[in-house]
């Protein structure tokens, strides 16, 4: 039986594939034993064992962004998670070690290095992590989301994905987008934009989007206005345009994405690695205005779309009503545009990358074998 050990965790970003990997790893092979690595600090202790799989802890080791008295006490720290982490990996015997950015994942990368059992990584993003730019050196496969991700040994297998994703852009959109608009009260036969900026980054394009709500329901385009289960709130009402049809409906969050990509003809979101490779892979032509902090890997996950136009790239700063209505309508007045940017986001990020690491990963356990 093989053991195999996924790390990582703190956000969607981090534990969506690693789940996405593990069922991955089941339907290829049920007999394998997993167990996840994590901190008690990050969404990994609700979503994995969600999810059925089992979670360990170790203690979360974050680097200060300041020289301070707790710059000094990280060796220390991340010693201690170390052997926390080397104790699990004894514990269940693993075989491999598949890592994917987080706190929980550089303790198994110097544990697993430790104890002679191969490494793997999983980058989400365009511009690497601490974590994982130190285990490029010593990992025996280094797999990026994105092209040109700058990373030691870079192989480029895409994102892995919820297989729900995967079936959605085997079968194409066209196939589901009557059912998928009905089920939201949209307009069957009318265009509709999707927006979604996450629970943290969405003021901007929501502010924008209720702005220019009614210029595009005159348009003849319906809007899907998913607005984070931390802003919506009551005073949001369903809107009906009676010349157009059109229909604006706010929700606060929907469970399956895929039904709302299947509903959507073109997306407003920000550029997180996930949201850019599900849209990407499943071909919904997307407008991404990449929220503005940390080291810009938003704007970096946005440049590959950019690239072969399979998407157009706002800057928050300039995201307006007007920008949106003359970005949307001209978008929407271009259906050869629209078929082109599907294809070349579909050209760009293959579907499959979840069954693909899988048996990277399998393949590394059976070559480490101990």
């Known amino acids: ?39 008690a600090r990050g969404l990994e202790t609700r979503v994995v064992p969600e999810a059925g799989l089992d979670l360990e802890l ?20 991340l010693l201690g998670a170390v052997r926390q982490a080397a104790k699990i990996l004894r514990r269940h015997d693993a075989d491999v070690v598949c890592g994917f950015g987080g706190y929980a994942s550089l303790p198994a990368y110097l544990a697993a290095r430790r104890l002679k059992i191969p490494v793997v990584i999983q980058e989400q993003n365009a511009l690497p992590g ?22 030691r040994g870079a192989k480029f297998e895409g994102l892995p994905v919820r297989q729900a994703i995967t079936e959605l852009a085997e079968t194409g959109r066209a196939a589901s987008s009557v059912t998928a608009k009905e089920s939201f009260g949209l307009a069957t036969d009318l265009p509709v934009l999707l927006v979604s900026g996450g629970s943290q980054g ?23 206005h998913v607005w984070g289960a931390k802003n919506f709130h009551d005073g949001l009402t369903e809107r009906v345009n009676q010349t157009t049809g059109a229909r604006y409906i706010p929700v606060g969050y929907v469970d399956a994405m895929e039904r709302a990509y299947a509903a959507a003809d073109v997306m407003l979101a920000r550029s997180g690695a996930g949201t850019v490779v599900e849209v990407a892979t ?20 946005a440049e590959p779309l950019l690239a072969v136009d399979a998407a157009v790239c706002i800057d928050d700063a300039e995201l307006s009503a ?42 590394a356990a059976q070559a480490g074998a101990h």
Do not use: Y
């Not at 499943?282 to 996950?301: D, F, S, Y």
């Open 1 to 39: 039986m093989v053991s195999v050990i996924l790390a990582g965790g703190g956000t969607a970003g981090h534990t969506s594939p690693l789940i996405a990997t593990a069922q991955a790893l089941k339907q290829i092979d049920p007999q394998v034993q997993i167990t996840c690595v994590g901190t």
């Open 58 to 77: 170790v203690a979360a080791v974050p680097l200060p962004r300041k020289v301070n008295s707790d710059l000094f006490k990280v060796p220390s720290r």
């Open 130 to 151: 601490l974590a994982n730019k130190i285990a490029s050196h010593f990992a025996v496969a280094v797999l990026v989301s994105f092209p040109g991700t700058p990373l």
């Open 202 to 224: 969405a003021r901007s394009l929501n502010n924008a989007t209720v702005d220019a709500a009614d210029r595009l329901l005159a348009a003849g385009i319906g809007v899907l």
């Open 282 to 301: 499943v071909g919904l032509p997307a407008i991404l205005v990449p929220l503005p902090i940390g080291n810009g890997e938003q704007a970096r996950n």
């Open 322 to 363: 007007d920008r949106l209505v003359r970005e949307v309508t001209e978008l929407f007045a271009s259906p050869n545009r629209l078929a082109e940017m599907s294809a070349a986001a579909q050209q760009l990020m293959r579907p499959g990358a979840a069954g693909r690491v899988a048996r990277l990963v399998l393949d």
